[in-house]
């Protein structure tokens, strides 16, 4: 028991060093006799739990997507090709296909002047002769002209008092007539004019109509100097009957007409304006710029002196040759030389006329023994005989 208490005392003597102080019996009881000599590093105690704090989740934004175009990008040029499309609902659509067939050519406008269900017949509705006039005296300027009528034109035409059926000997005086005006019209202002024959329809006896009335436009159209677009055997089966569907300008099978069996649809109205694509652009680029080059004027005399007199004249010429501008005035040496000359004779002296030796295929064959013996030679491959001493003598000598 001394021991004991021995060690009570000891134990109160060292809690009152670490302490610092006189400790109550009631604090002492509370500690731990184990946890005062025996505790745990901190690192391993467990720390009490923290309340987790909510973290705003991060917002990407999303990057605009980025668009890759496959279609070239068209520079932006100046219009110097005015087409007018005119006629009935047909030229319409025409024009519409005009419009995407053409779509890679900035310089070209088509302008639609179509006027649904007119013709050349009424005139009393509407008047194409004069609005061609109209079109033509305007600020507009126009380059081409693209004509579509017939569709409303089986009709009887009056003249006064007298109504003339459709395709009667007087009919077609009259309807030539008008045909004639539009067509003079572009030629007196020396203005291209392509008219487009009238395609076949459903209808069998108005396209055997359209049938004289394409020709009735082909005929007076080349007469006045103008283009014929034919559009028949791009719309007719293997049996030249009408039919509705055909291959478009990509070779695929699809619907070329409406279901009225008269207009276009859109693939048919691209067919259509493919015909007369080919015909504008041979036109528009067979056209003569408008540049020209000015030629160095003499002081002495007021005209144009030769550019192969001056110091680089020639070579500045040659350069603009090169480059693809037009010239004028070309110095004799760099005019364009024909493919053949004038034929000379190989022996004796040459004529002094001026005419030519040979001015025909007949002078040139001959007549008489030596038309004979060149028809023998060339024309049934019989060969000369020989005459001694010439290289086709191969004769033994005698």
């Known amino acids: 028991m001394r021991l004991r208490s021995l060690a009570l005392v000891l134990t109160a003597a060292c809690m009152l060093l670490i302490t610092g102080g006189p400790v109550s019996l009631a604090q002492q009881q509370q500690r731990n006799l184990f946890q005062l000599f025996w505790q745990l590093p901190a690192a391993q105690q467990r720390a009490a739990p923290q309340p987790r704090q909510r973290v705003a989740p991060v917002v990407r934004r999303r990057e605009a997507p980025v668009v890759v175009r496959d279609d070239p990008v068209i520079p932006k040029v100046d219009v110097n090709s005015h087409i007018v499309v005119m006629g009935d609902s047909l030229a319409n659509l025409l024009a519409n296909g005009l419009d995407e067939a053409l779509n890679d050519r900035p310089d070209v406008e088509v302008l639609h002047k179509s006027k649904p269900d007119s013709g050349l017949v009424r005139t009393d509705f509407y008047d194409w002769p004069k609005a061609v006039s109209d079109i033509l005296a305007g600020d507009q300027k126009i380059t081409l002209g693209v004509m579509l009528v017939g569709l409303n034109d089986r009709q009887p035409i009056r003249e006064g008092e007298t109504v003339h059926d459709p395709l009667s000997p007087r009919w077609l005086e009259l309807y030539r007539d008008r045909i004639d005006l539009i067509a003079d019209a572009f030629a007196a202002r020396r203005i291209p004019l392509i008219w487009v024959g009238a395609p076949p329809v459903q209808n069998g006896r108005l396209s055997a109509d359209f049938v004289s009335f394409n020709e009735l436009y082909r005929q007076r159209v080349e007469k006045a100097g103008g283009q014929y677009v034919d559009l028949w055997g791009g719309f007719v089966d293997a049996e030249n009957r009408y039919t509705a569907t055909g291959p478009d300008v990509s070779g695929q099978l699809t619907r070329l007409r409406l279901g009225d069996g008269i207009h276009f649809t859109a693939a ?31 002081p002495e005399t007021g005209a144009p002196s030769t550019p192969e007199l001056q110091p680089g004249g020639v070579e500045r010429l040659i350069d603009q040759m090169v480059a693809g ?24 002296q040459a004529p002094t006329s001026g005419q030519p030796l040979l001015a025909s295929v007949t002078e040139a064959r001959g007549r008489g023994e030596a038309e004979l013996q060149l028809e023998r030679v060339f024309g049934q491959g019989i060969a000369p005989d020989p005459v001694p001493g010439r290289l086709d003598d191969y004769r033994w000598p005698r």
């Open 268 to 298: 048919g109205a691209r067919k259509a304006a493919h015909f007369v694509d080919l015909v504008i652009r041979r036109i528009i680029e067979a056209a003569p710029q408008n540049s020209v080059i000015a030629l160095p004027v003499s």
């Open 325 to 348: 501008v037009p010239t004028i005035g070309l110095p004799p040496a760099l005019q364009a030389r024909p493919l053949a000359g004038p034929i000379q004779p190989l022996t004796g």
